[in-house]
Nanobody, 119 residues
Framework: VQLQASGGGLVQAGGSLKLSCVAS????????VGWYRQAPGKQRELVAT?????????????QYADSVKGRFTVSRNNVVDSIFLQMNSLKPEDTAVYYC????????WGQGTLVTVSS
């Protein structure tokens, strides 16, 4: 699976961004998809994942890192083979390259999209 992420950019603290990721093949059969991020000088970390849920277009259970709970929302659309991350109330510590992922750490990765949050 090839993944193409977009939507990153520069935003002020408190602002919002929505990241999108389009897969080259169907994701309906991929149980877990989501987003990771890597800040400068830090290891890549999990941001959010969402499972597949039978025939549901939009997926099932979502899980979040504690640092983004209540601010970020992950979603998927199996019809258009896309994964999304709505990010609200952004903080400077959210600054990182964000990677979409299918199938977990040993699955497929997008090329990354840079999110910069200014204070």
């Amino acid at each position: 699976v090839q993944l193409q992420a977009s939507g990153g950019g520069l935003v002020q603290a408190g602002g919002s961004l929505k990241l999108s990721c389009v897969a080259s093949t169907s994701i309906v059969g991929i149980k877990v998809v989501g987003w990771y991020r890597q800040a400068p000088g830090k290891q890549r970390e999990l941001v959010a994942t969402i499972t597949s849920s039978g025939l549901s277009i939009s997926g099932g259970l979502a899980q979040y890192a504690d640092s983004v709970k209540g601010r970020f929302t992950v979603s998927r659309n199996n019809v258009v083979d896309s994964i999304f991350l709505q990010m609200n109330s952004l903080k400077p510590e959210d600054t990182a390259v964000y990677y979409c992922n299918t199938g977990g750490p040993f699955g497929s990765w997008g090329q990354g999209t840079l999110v910069t949050v200014s204070s």
